[in-house]
């Protein structure tokens, strides 16, 4: 562990102060969603739009309460040798020659010796449920990546913290770990897997939610240019782009417009630095356009009368 062990916050005050020692704002609702998934060792299911910081939460929870983080990527295709546990074949099979060459070829003894825990390879779930000293935290990041079977599977996980491998028997949590369950959305989650966690929606943060994220972020950025850089993206979001701009996405701009040393938005700059914003070429073209501008001289015009 990256820290030493922290205690679990006793109330929601105490867990928004853990967030913001990692420099994570948050609202009083989403801290007490966490605070409660705490408190009741409940799987916490975030769900909202890319790039809104679901997955930092898992992150900075990790770091802010000292304990290991296990991630699962989640992705079209993910069986359970990838997510849950696999054998060393390489490694059997070296077993079985030297076994050969030695005249040890008892078939009982040799597969006892192949199928233990010495040739297991522990992926994220089994890493999640088998550990010493304090609970990890588990992310299961985009889980609607998966497909129905993955997401049946991990419901039986999640409800009772344990697997089983048919050549070793049931592997069971000593505690059930902290668990963070990410989805954009892009489907629907069984609602039998949702009834398992505590749910929250995390929205894109509010204007002054963002600034303070810019400025605890950032803090050589002037506050001149945060507010301008926070005004543009939240008139963004409003425009119904393909993509909007996430959080991520906020701090990355802010970072090229530093590098280039700018002290406030003019149009040449903001065209020339959409990529660093915006992902996809027609939204890209479109704030190249008369939107984009009338958004900057919107943001720029208001500046001015402060």
């Known amino acids: 562990m990256s820290k030493d062990p922290r205690p679990l916050p006793e109330n929601v005050e105490e867990t928004q102060q853990l967030l913001e020692t990692e420099n994570y704002v948050s609202g009083e609702e989403l801290a007490t969603s966490i605070f409660l998934a705490l408190k009741l060792k409940r799987p916490l299911f975030l769900e909202g739009d890319a790039g ?12 802010a309460l000292g304990r290991d983080l296990v991630r699962l990527q989640c992705y079209e295709g993910l069986d359970v ?18 076994a050969e060459a030695t005249g040890k070829t008892d078939r009982a003894v040799l597969d006892q010796t192949l199928y233990s825990e010495r040739f297991l390879i522990r992926r994220p779930i089994l890493e999640a ?55 954009n959305r892009t489907r629907e ?7 398992r966690c505590l749910y929250h929606w995390v929205d894109y943060p509010g204007e002054m939610q963002e600034l303070e994220i810019l400025r605890r972020k950032l803090p050589g950025c002037s506050d ?20 909007n701009p ?27 630095t959409l990529g660093a914003l915006l992902k996809y070429q027609d939204d890209v073209a479109r704030m190249q356009g ?17």
Do not use: C
């Not at 049946?152 to 069971?172: H, M, N």
């Not at 926070?230 to 993509?243: D, G, N, S, Y």
């Not at 996430?246 to 020339?272: C, F, H, R, Y």
């Open 81 to 98: 040798a990838t997510a849950v546990y696999d054998w060393n074949y390489l490694a059997q099979m070296t077993e079985i020659r030297l």
């Open 290 to 306: 008369p939107d984009g501008a009338a958004a900057l001289a919107e943001v720029t015009e208001s500046d001015a009368l402060v």
């Open 224 to 243: 001149r240019l945060s507010a301008q850089i926070v005004a543009f993206v939240q008139k963004l979001r409003q425009m119904e782009l393909f993509k």
């Open 246 to 272: 996430g959080i991520a996405e906020t701090i990355d701009w802010t970072n090229a417009l530093m590098a280039l040393d700018q002290e406030t938005l003019d149009p040449q700059t903001v065209s020339k």
């Open 129 to 183: 449920l088998s550990f010493d000293g304090l609970p990890p935290v588990f992310l299961i990041d985009e889980l609607d990546r998966t497909d129905e079977a993955f997401e049946a599977y991990l419901l039986e996980v999640l409800s009772d913290f344990q697997v089983t491998i048919p050549e070793i028997g049931r592997i069971k949590a000593p505690a059930p770990p902290i668990v963070i369950i990410t989805t």
């Open 52 to 63: 809104v910081g679901k997955t930092e939460i898992a992150k900075v929870l990790a770091n």
């Open 189 to 195: 989650i069984h609602d039998a897997l949702k009834r």
